[in-house]
């Protein structure tokens, strides 16, 4: 039929419509071919329903941690195929819009079964959805949402034996203090710390690391609670995962060398002996805090040979120094001297 025909039969229905009272063309719209009617309206009011059904779903990524039933004593560790190690799974949900904001992490579970395992590696496990992952909501809720994505959906889980270590606690220090100032000392408390984890983790490891301590630009002691780092310590945990940290911060002491500082000969053998130190003096360096050294002059300092029970001869002997209070030798220089020894007796 051609375009014309179409439009001049159109045209002419509507001419007879127009012709027909306003009552009888409603009676005609409703009633006629009445069932045929009803059951376009059914099959419209369904396929809008489906439409709505699906174009009104969403996904939802959720995180769910991995856990492990074990026998006694044994424990579990989680990796991706390629070894990087894992806490939790990737789950994709398909739900409608309204249900997006309900969907929650703890409504799904990864629960993986190992109590008929000992120590193994099982290098390439299955996730399957009503197996090791399962929905654990709300009841009224099953049904409504789909499983789409596990990721990853393998994994590696070794399974080892559980043992309990002490180790020693190590601060982590960061940075430095301010300028003239220096740590020094570090203490813990306690030193150690029981751990608990995989044989295979723990075997080789005798120490803990804590947390980093920043220290930078500290001119007095640091003292604080610093968290133990476990991200060495793969599936570990400790009895307490915090000490006490004290880190010592004092003025950092100063040098200063003393020259001319004449070398004593004490306990001499007799008085019918002569000594002779060659060289006669030594250059002394000495080391304290700044308001301790500014007050310490040459004369405050004390060199000397010990010449007890030497006769007569030549000898070569440490040089001795006693610095003053408040002060700490550093070196003297020379370190050795040479003694002359003459007696009088004969002469």
């Excluded at 990524?61 to 991995?66: A, C, G, T």
């Excluded at 949900?93 to 993986?112: P, T």
Aim: proline share 5%.
């Amino acid at each position: 039929m051609r375009r014309e025909e179409i439009k001049e039969l159109c045209g002419q229905w509507m001419r007879d419509m127009r012709a027909v009272p306003l009552g009888t063309r409603l009676r005609l719209l409703l009633f006629k071919n009445f069932r045929i009617r009803l059951v376009s309206v059914v099959v419209a009011l369904g396929a809008w329903a489906y439409v709505q059904i699906r174009t009104d779903q969403v996904v939802v990524d959720l995180s769910v941690p991995i856990q492990f039933s074990l026998a006694e004593n044994y424990t579990a560790r989680a990796f991706t195929t390629n070894g990087q190690p894992i806490q939790a799974v990737s789950l994709s949900i398909v739900c409608g819009r309204r249900d997006r904001d309900v969907l929650r992490d703890v409504d799904y579970a990864v629960l993986i079964d190992l109590t008929g395992e000992s120590e193994n590696i099982l290098s390439s496990l299955e996730l399957k959805e009503g197996e090791q992952v399962t929905y654990v909501g709300p009841g009224h809720q099953t049904g409504r949402y789909q499983l789409r994505r596990i990721e990853p959906q393998r994994i590696r889980v070794e399974i080892d034996r559980s043992v309990r270590k002490n180790l020693f606690v190590e601060p982590v220090i960061s940075g430095s203090p301010a300028e003239g100032y220096e740590i020094t000392k570090t203490n813990v408390n306690p030193t150690a710390v029981m751990v608990r984890g995989p044989s295979r983790v723990l075997q080789d490891v005798i120490s803990i690391k804590t947390d980093p301590i920043a220290v930078d630009g500290l001119s007095k002691t640091f003292q604080g609670k610093m968290r133990l780092d476990l991200s060495t310590l793969a599936a570990a945990a400790v009895d307490q995962t915090t000490v006490d940290v004290t880190i010592g911060i004092n003025l950092k002491p100063v040098q200063s060398r003393f020259s001319g500082i004449v070398i004593s000969a004490l306990n001499k053998p007799s008085r019918d002996v002569s000594i002779t130190v060659a060289p006669p003096t030594a250059t002394v360096t000495l080391q304290a805090h700044q308001e301790q050294m500014s007050g310490v002059t040459p004369d405050a300092i004390a060199a000397y040979i010990d010449a007890r029970f030497l006769t007569s001869g030549s000898f070569t002997l440490p040089v001795r120094v006693v610095p003053p209070a408040g002060c700490t030798l550093v070196g003297a220089e020379p370190g050795t001297v040479t003694v002359t020894v003459k007696s009088f007796i004969g002469e």
